[in-house]
């Protein structure tokens, strides 16, 4: 089992900055992928940003690029979103997520989940 919680959520004006924080507990972390998710209200859950196992791979989906970045800190157990230039479209929960395989990082087939963070940017 692997417990993930969020953190750094916020109300920031458009253009602002944010940094979320994803800290793990249980099972070897290092094992497993990280991602980013987000919910917008009457939206389906997307992928945002996921991180390899050790740190070295990052993918992240076309409307963050450039504004988001993904890292990870496996001595705090910690995988973390900065998150610059915010738009009030970036506005939703936001979730972090582990899985063992790369391949399914964008899919919202994740082994663990978080409870999620709310971000609200404001016009």
């Known amino acids: 089992q692997v417990q993930l919680v969020e953190s750094g959520g916020g109300l920031v004006q458009a253009g602002g900055s944010l940094r979320l924080s994803c800290a793990a507990s249980g099972r070897t972390f290092s094992d497993y992928a990280v991602g980013w998710f987000r919910q917008a209200p009457g939206k389906e859950r997307e992928f945002v940003a996921a991180v390899s196992w050790g740190g070295t791979r990052t993918y992240y989906v076309d409307s963050v690029k450039g504004r988001f970045t993904i890292s990870r800190d496996n001595a705090k157990n910690t995988v973390y979103l900065q998150m610059n230039s915010l738009k009030p479209e970036d506005t939703a929960l936001y979730y972090c997520?582990?899985?063992?395989?790369?391949?399914?990082?964008?899919?919202?087939?994740?082994?663990?989940w978080g409870q999620g963070t709310q971000v609200t940017v404001s016009s």
């Open positions: 997520a582990a899985v063992m395989s790369w391949s399914r990082i964008t899919r919202d087939e994740y082994d663990y």
